[in-house]
């Protein structure tokens, strides 16, 4: 049987006051441990481990979100892709090695993704930084993370979303090479098709988040609200 891969991420967000101005997120984490600080102390970063379920991932998130120091609570959080002159990034850790085929297929369906969620004009202003952009990715001891996307964190569907279309892209990309590249395949509807097609089984770990994207597809996401009202803290 061939051993499962790890999933984990370290997505960001930041901290804003009642008057909307940033709040440097190094005055009140440290740069390591769950619910740290990025290498620019102005962004926080969550840093939940591995795991091979996307379900399990996206809860480990929802626990670290609970246990920040007490006086994070008082500002609002907020995800999304550049805010306040900063490039978010919603940072996806795949545990297999890297091939140029896996980083182009996790554009034609991450990305994808953000075609249909994501704050356009955010999208636009991180892409002008050397920090977003289709192709992004790292060599990691672990196998590699993936760069390109924004900071899913806007609320538990999206980032659930995220880790199954990762994983379910990991997983065809193995069984079939390259993906469908046609211009359809760049919108979520088709791409999850193709994966019932290409999958002989989607793993139980991915259908909760399949559904879910079945459900929001046409809903409008807020970019401006506080996550902490999505995450239920």
Partial sequence: MKKLFTLGADPEFILENFNEELVCAGDYLSYDGAFG??????IAE???GTSTSPVELTCKIWKILKSGPSDIYNYKWKAGS??????IGGHIHFGVSHTN??????DLTIL???NIFDNKDQVEKRNNTSYGGPGGYDRKDYGFEYRSAGSYLIN???TLIHFTIGKLTILATDKTGELNSEDKMRDPKHFVTN???VLDKIP???VAGLNILQEVLHKKIDWAIDIKKTWAI
């Fill in 37 to 42: 600080c990025d290498g620019h102390s102005a």
């Fill in 46 to 48: 969550i840093r939940p």
């Fill in 82 to 87: 550049y805010l306040h002159g900063e490039p």
């Fill in 101 to 106: 085929q896996l980083v182009r297929n996790l």
């Fill in 112 to 114: 994808a993704l953000s």
């Fill in 156 to 158: 538990p569907a999206l």
């Fill in 195 to 197: 994966f019932y097609k």
């Fill in 204 to 206: 139980d770990d991915c």
